[in-house]
């Protein structure tokens, strides 16, 4: 079974930032990555599904002209809110995955999210992912690699649906003791250029 929002909003009564997102430099670092790696300098519409108390919708915001933050989690929206506050192209609002079908944007972040959902969520999301990314537009998608014992999945599952799910050439892919990263152009499988940061610019 996919956790449910319950599950989050018993941690979020229980801490601030469960995670410690604010201050880990675990977290910073991977964030750096993260944004590091998408091949744009700038998205018109972007969303980040599971959004939490916001850190790394702050730092997308600066790359989007719209952004969207969704958690499942009604106790987590009032603390994302006020991280972008004052940022009026930033919405956060509180949405379930697969269950409210994803929109069409220019940048799907899915970060430590998809290790919650069960293997038929997942695989319903994933057929939503491929028709939310627009043309040329990126998916990212992040996720830690240790099991956790309550998580239907692990990182590595689920990056091996994505791959496995996704017919698009990858800007990246980057693999740590820790962490999985994959980024992908929403293109033909075989169309490098689509993928190449470089070719956007005519470098080849
Ligand atoms: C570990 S936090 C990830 C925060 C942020 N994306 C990051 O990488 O820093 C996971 C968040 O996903 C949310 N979440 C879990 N299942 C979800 C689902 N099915 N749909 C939307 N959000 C979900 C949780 O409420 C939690 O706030």
Do not use: N
């Amino acid at each position: 079974m996919s956790l449910p929002p319950s599950f989050f909003d018993a941690m979020y009564a229980a801490a601030d930032d469960p995670w410690s997102m604010r201050t880990r430099w675990y977290e910073e670092r991977k964030y750096a990555l993260t944004t590091a790696v998408l091949p744009r300098r700038r998205y018109a519409d972007g969303l980040e599904v599971g959004c939490s108390v916001g850190e790394l919708t702050a730092r997308l915001a600066d790359r989007c002209d719209r952004l969207t933050g969704w958690d499942a989690s009604a106790a987590v929206v009032e603390r994302a809110t006020a991280r972008v506050a004052g940022r009026g192209h930033v919405r956060i609002e509180q949405a379930t995955v697969p269950a409210r079908p994803l929109p069409q944007v220019d940048l799907l972040v899915l970060s430590e999210v998809l290790y919650y959902l069960d293997a038929a969520d997942l695989q319903r999301l994933l057929t939503q992912v491929a028709a939310a990314v627009r043309p040329g537009g990126t998916l990212l998608a992040v996720h830690w690699r240790h099991p956790v014992a309550e998580y239907p999945q692990t990182g590595d599952a689920v990056h091996q649906a994505l791959r496995a799910a996704l017919p698009w050439p990858r800007v990246a892919a980057h693999e740590e003791p820790d962490l999985l990263l994959d980024c992908w152009v929403a293109a033909d499988a075989g169309d490098l250029r689509a993928a190449s940061v470089a070719a956007a610019e005519d470098l080849w």
